[in-house]
């Protein structure tokens, strides 16, 4: 089955740091473009960071450009959102995401999420 597990989420102090992990199961990990989401209460989800199958390429919402890095370990089939300097602004549930292009159909995949908060 395709699995993505997301992990790392927790409570931090605004300026504080953590690391997520999307642990990636049941389909082929470096054939696909990993990004991550967010939902805040009462928000629509919003994607915060997106890289490309190959790595080569990354994109940020501007809300968490220069704060946030998004990178994929393709050995150990997970992807991680590194969050520094992290803001209030920042608590959402985070939601790890999988697509790719397959004969003009997209394939697309979502992890559980898991919850930020950052309060002091």
């Known amino acids: ?4 597990v997301e992990s790392g ?7 504080g740091s953590l690391r997520l992990s999307c642990a990636a199961s049941g389909f082929t990990f470096r054939s696909y473009a990993m990004s991550w ?5 009462g928000k629509e989800r919003e ?3 997106g890289i ?3 790595g080569g ?5 501007d809300s968490v450009k220069g704060r946030f890095t998004i990178s994929g370990d393709n050995a150990k ?14 608590t959402a549930v ?6 790719t292009i397959w004969s003009g159909v997209r394939l697309e995949y979502w992890g559980q999420g898991t919850q930020v908060t950052v309060s002091s």
């Open 77 to 90: 089939k997970t992807a991680y959102l590194q969050m520094n300097s992290l803001k209030a602004e920042d």
């Open 47 to 49: 994607l915060v960071a």
């Open 37 to 41: 989401y967010r939902q805040a209460p």
């Open 9 to 15: 989420g927790g409570l931090v102090q605004p300026g």
């Open 57 to 61: 390429s990354t994109n940020y919402a």
């Open 94 to 99: 985070y939601y790890c995401n999988a697509n």
């Open 52 to 54: 490309t199958s190959a």
């Open 1 to 4: 089955q395709v699995q993505l």
